[in-house]
């Protein structure tokens, strides 16, 4: 079975500050993975995704992350953070189902923090 | 906008009282997904629907049912509420195109409470 582990539970940072969520997989077969934001009492969002191709992915409100297959990471990063990105942050890893379905296993939450 | 809708946003039940939460989707997709989570804690799949297929996880309690009359609706019924059912509850919906990850998307979420 497959797992992630995001490392910090909560990251507090300054306004304009760059960020970076630490995510590590576990997974013996390829792996597509994803990170996805939760805003309070709402629902997820995805941020970006990585199914192959180039290791740096870019998805939406500025946010990257890094495929890095030696070490079995895919970080989030962004170089500056603004307070409308509180919110909690979801690494997870696709794992096949029958039918062409999958199931996402998710990371246990990494909440971003943002002060003035 | 195409989007996964769910109702209600916030539910109070009473321990033992069955409740249904329902989802419906815009988007057409072939494949419907309940996950449960907790507080604090990662969302995880309960079941999903191929189509008509139901697919139920190993270690989901038989307390939870699901049904999916259309491609458009997918419930979820809890048949003896506990307390330890207190939950957010997501639908997700996806495309199903055979060797390619698709992207799921996710509702607002059902807030359950069980009193």
């Known amino acids: 079975a497959q797992s992630v582990t995001q490392l910090d539970s909560q990251v507090p940072v300054f306004e304009e500050a760059p960020v970076e969520l630490r995510c590590n997989y576990s997974s013996s077969v390829s792996v597509y993975l994803f990170w996805y934001v939760q805003y309070p009492n709402q629902g997820l969002q995805l941020l970006l995704k990585?199914?192959?191709?180039?290791?740096l992915v870019k998805g939406i409100n500025g946010f990257e992350a890094e495929f890095n297959k030696s070490q079995t990471s895919f970080h989030l990063r962004k170089p500056s953070v603004h307070i409308s990105d509180t919110a909690e942050y979801f690494c997870?890893?696709?794992?096949?189902?029958?039918?062409?379905?999958?199931?996402?296993?998710f990371g246990q939450g990494t909440r971003l923090t943002i002060n003035p | 906008d195409a989007m996964v809708i769910q109702n209600p946003r916030y539910q109070v039940t009473q321990f033992g009282k069955p409740v249904t939460l329902s989802c419906s989707q815009t988007l057409n997709h072939n494949v419907m997904y309940w996950y449960q989570q907790k507080s604090s804690q990662a969302p995880k799949l309960l079941f999903h629907y191929y189509d008509k297929d139901f697919n139920n996880e190993a270690d989901t309690p038989d307390n939870f049912q699901s049904r999916r009359p259309n491609t458009s609706f997918c419930f979820l019924d809890i048949r003896s509420p506990g307390l330890g059912d207190a939950a957010m509850y997501l639908c997700a919906t996806s495309r199903s195109s055979g060797g390619f990850q698709e992207t799921q998307y996710f509702g607002p979420g059902t807030r359950l409470l069980v009193l």
């Open positions: 990585y199914l192959s191709g180039s290791t």
């Open positions: 997870a890893v696709s794992e096949a189902l029958i039918q062409g379905a999958q199931k996402l296993v």
